[in-house]
């Protein structure tokens, strides 16, 4: 109850706006989740394609989202975060409508590129807009703590409803995931006002503000260490589901890692961000939750004679660490600008997280080997030690930039 009553509170306390762009969080996650979880059977399946080509589909949505957020929140800074937010939302509409109807490749890999190119548009501009709309750091970190519950929430909801309508047809899971973006386009046309008061257009260059964002050292460096939750989180896809198949009789546990880490995000992601604001502060916070997530993989190492006992302990632990660091990391970027603009501040972070994460999974995937064979332990005690360092060498940064401030 006493939760229910501060997420009252906290939503309350926000401006009309921020309230959209965190309900948005909700929408976008039900949207996606709708489609993304089901596309790789669609493509091999329904549509027989081989797997170079699905493969390539689906690269091209991920290379179009985590390749262009730095020039996504840089054209927000230019021509505004409303008008990148509704163009982002329009064009997604379009991208996933055309990905569930098309048959051919060269119409897919637009559709796929459009869903990115749209992600990598209002992505970083929604997050500029809501860190602009808080009056305070307080506030900032409590409206992306709402926005990461919510969008745990769509990400539980949207597996949910793909699967009925993929039964269906994946035709009209596109249809349906269009139709919520084009909603949302809708409603941030008639809700959202023009600019945040507190936002800052880009008046320099692209290339000077780009020069500029790479001069910060403190930012690249936060940044750097901070893209070790993309390197952790993308493990989920992957080398989980690699260990989980490498198991006999547990391909269910695949479908409750995601339910579990919604599950515990929604439940328990206010009073996280409480336990961080009255308790353990930000440097531990931050630090903490990437060594948790790290830590977490340690189970797949010790406890893989119980492969459920594994897995589910496994995604408990890292979704605690989750909860605890992911808005902080949204809620502090702003530090880092100053009085520069935050789109591509935000586009650059998360770009970065996404080039760690591929870069990363190309690797791992080296080490995996064969489908079907058992991942090595050494994989799960790397995995640990890039969490903990990342975790203790963001803390220790933290603590030296308050201590500079005095």
């Known amino acids: ?162 699967m009925l309508l993929t039964g269906v047809s994946y035709g009209l899971t596109g249809m349906v995931s269009g139709g919520v973006f084009l909603l949302l386009t809708v409603l941030q046309w008639r809700v959202l006002p023009g600019e945040p008061p507190r936002a800052q257009r880009g008046k320099d260059s692209i290339w000077q503000q780009w020069r500029t964002l790479l001069q910060n050292r403190a930012f690249l460096r936060f940044t750097a260490l901070a893209s070790c939750y993309s390197l952790l989180f993308h493990q989920l896809y992957l080398a989980v589901p690699a260990f989980i198949h490498s198991q006999p009789h547990a391909t269910w546990l695949l479908g409750s890692v995601f339910t579990v880490t919604a599950a515990i995000g929604v439940c328990m992601q206010l009073a996280a961000t409480r336990l961080v604001q009255q308790r353990l502060g930000l440097a531990t916070g931050m630090g903490l939750g990437l060594a948790l997530m790290g830590s977490s993989y340690l189970l797949l190492a010790w406890l893989a004679s119980w492969p459920a006992l594994a897995v589910l302990g496994m995604a408990v632990l890292f979704s605690l660490g989750s909860i605890l660091c992911y808005p902080l990391f949204s809620a502090h970027l702003p530090h880092y600008a100053g009085q520069q603009p935050l789109g591509g501040y935000y586009g650059f972070h998360a770009s970065s997280g996404g080039c760690v994460a591929l870069l990363a999974n190309v690797g791992i995937g080296a080490v995996l080997g064969e489908a079907g064979s058992t991942p090595p332990p050494a994989l799960w005690y790397g995995l640990a030690a890039a969490g903990l360092l990342a975790g203790a060498l963001l803390y220790r940064q933290l603590r030296q930039e308050r201590t500079a401030q005095g």
């Open 1 to 162: 109850m006493a939760s229910l009553a501060d997420s009252r509170r906290t939503w309350q306390q926000l401006s009309p706006a921020a309230r959209l762009l965190v309900a948005n969080g909700l929408a976008f996650n039900l949207g996606f989740y709708m489609m993304m979880p089901f596309l790789a059977q669609h493509l091999g399946g329904t549509l027989g394609m081989a797997g170079w080509a699905a493969g390539l589909v689906m690269g091209m949505r991920v290379f179009s989202q985590q390749g262009l957020f730095l020039l996504g929140g840089t054209l927000g800074d230019r021509i505004g975060y409303r008008p990148a937010i509704i163009g982002g939302c329009l064009v997604r509409s379009a991208g996933f409508a055309l990905l569930g109807w098309a048959e051919h490749l060269p119409l897919l890999l637009l559709a796929a590129f459009l869903t990115g190119f749209a992600g990598a548009l209002f992505t970083p501009c929604a997050q500029a807009y809501l860190a602009a709309e808080c009056r305070d750091v307080t506030q900032r970190q409590q409206a992306f703590a709402l926005h990461n519950l919510a969008s745990e929430a769509g990400m539980l909801l949207g597996p949910l409803a793909g």
